[in-house]
């Protein structure tokens, strides 16, 4: 028995990683708190732009220009993507990357149909930017080599940035990379999201009068409905695991003439890609009927897609230590009247959760990122337990002083963490090998046009190209 629990003892142990940075703690947290006022008003700032995908310039600008006035060397635009940026501090390697999103979302905002940050990007592009200025300090203050690059995503909403980013090789090269997001829980993170697929199925008919000659209307919004009506069928034959959803995006413009345009988009969401390849190629025999059935032309375009997570358990132990370590966010009694005040009954958790094994439902295209280096990945309470997301309640919530606590501590516990594997060689290099070895005999194929390009749109006239200091900006 004794045996059995040394041996046990012993295994836990070698799970538990020997952690390099904790005696720097203290300094990555001053770090981190010297700037923590200008990181709050870039939070701010982004919020109040609520920018969409792929038209985030002035949230872009935000970031570079904290990033810039820190000492980053800051290219942006990012090759043909507008609203993306890189910005590389230190010299030589480990290459650790950390990601920043900065996109809004619809109907979220205060009003009915403004854009509003219902999933908090503008907390987690600040503090990843908070947390590269805060490692990059830390490690020329120790003259130990290392470059941070914080990379400037756009569009995680539409689930695309990151898509394009890796198909330009914006990830190829790094060492390690780390990311995360606002939550209602603290702790680390391994399973990732679905993955998943966005297609477009275009329709194209013969407009008419509907009621005077509709014999010779060919109806495209048929189609469309037609193979919506075919999905609902495919439901119960598809595993439990597996989302199929869609909105009409074009259905024509008055019911007494006959639609020749129709458009619906759906998401296709199941574990991996295998699962979703198929399940996607039985959605297009749906809108294959679809468009039989009503004698229209059918176009499908997948848009973006979306890996499974390639899970790295080295850095999940990792980020779960340090997060042990810093603790979780601590709210005053005032954050906690603040948010009482806005969702009664909600309260903040207190607590550091067990690391997260179980895949989510939803996607991200950070997923895809695992595919280039092993991904570290943080969720860190900024909003009370079971804030709607996606939702005006959430976009509320995030502009209060316990989201920027929130935010603050994700900055601290991401800063350690780079440091951490620029300091600890051995970690790094077992965080790698589970990477090769999980990635091995899985090839990255996207079902995308190997040229597709990203949807992007030119800077708004009048709107400076100029970088943000939002320090000058008090
Ligand atoms: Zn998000």
């Known amino acids: 028995m004794l045996g059995r629990a040394v041996s046990m003892a012993a295994a836990m142990k070698k799970t538990k990683p020997k952690l390099e940075s904790l005696p720097y703690l203290r300094r990555v947290r001053a770090a981190v708190g010297r700037r923590a006022q200008e990181a709050v008003a870039v939070a701010e700032a982004i919020a109040e732009l609520a920018e969409p995908a792929m038209r985030e310039f002035e949230s872009s600008d935000c970031l570079a220009g904290f990033l810039a006035a820190a000492g ?22 480990p290459a650790i990357g950390i990601l920043a999103e900065y996109d809004a979302l619809p109907d979220c905002g205060p009003r009915p149909g403004e854009w ?11 503090a990843s930017a908070l947390a590269g200025i805060a490692a990059a300090e830390l490690l020329r203050r120790l003259g130990e080599a290392g470059r941070i690059i914080v990379f400037g995503c756009p569009a995680e909403e539409a689930l695309a940035g990151k898509v394009f980013m890796a198909a330009r090789r914006a990830f190829s090269g790094l060492d390690a990379v780390l990311a995360w997001h606002p939550d209602g829980a603290t702790r680390a993170d391994i399973a990732g999201g679905a993955a998943m697929d966005s297609v477009l199925f275009r329709f194209r008919g013969r407009t008419a009068h509907a009621a005077g000659g509709p014999e010779q209307g060919r109806s495209a919004l048929d189609g469309a409905m037609l ?6 069928y495919l439901r119960e034959h598809t595993a439990e695991n597996t989302r199929m959803h869609s909105v009409i995006t074009d259905g024509g413009r008055a019911p007494n003439v006959v639609p020749d345009s129709a458009e619906i988009w759906y998401y296709v969401r199941g574990k991996d890609r295998k699962q979703v390849d198929e399940l996607r190629g039985r959605v297009r025999l749906c809108a294959r009927a679809g468009a039989l059935a009503t004698d229209t032309r059918l176009r499908m ?4 897609s979306n890996t499974e997570r390639i899970p790295n358990r080295t850095l999940g132990d990792m980020l779960d230590a340090i997060l042990h370590r810093c603790g979780p966010p601590s709210f005053t009694p005032r954050d906690v009247r603040a948010a009482a005040g806005l969702l009664p009954g909600k309260k903040y958790a207190a607590t550091v959760d067990p690391i997260r094994t179980e895949q989510g439902r939803g996607s991200s295209d950070e997923d895809n990122v695992s595919w280039f280096a092993p991904l570290g990945r943080i969720s860190v309470a900024c909003v009370p337990k079971d804030t709607i997301g996606h939702h005006r309640q959430y976009a509320a919530a995030i502009r209060l002083p316990g989201a920027h606590r929130g935010m603050l501590k994700a900055a601290e516990v991401l800063a350690a963490a780079a ?3 620029a300091l600890n060689r051995p970690l790094l290099k077992k965080a790698q090998a589970e990477f090769h ?17 990203p949807p992007v749109y030119a800077r708004p006239a009048g709107a400076t190209s100029e970088i943000r200091n939002p320090k000058s900006e008090g």
């Not at 999980?438 to 046009?449: N, V």
């Open 72 to 93: 980053f060397r800051v290219t942006r635009p990012w090759k043909d993507l507008p609203t993306a940026f890189r910005a590389t501090a230190g010299r030589g390697r």
């Open 116 to 126: 509003g940050h219902g999933c908090g990007h503008n907390l987690l592009g600040a």
């Open 227 to 232: 193979t919506d009506v075919a999905v609902n």
């Open 301 to 304: 375009t997948v848009q973006t």
């Open 419 to 421: 440091v951490e594997l």
């Open 437 to 453: 070895k999980q990635r091995r005999g899985k090839k990255y194929d996207l079902p995308m046009p190997a040229n597709a390009r």
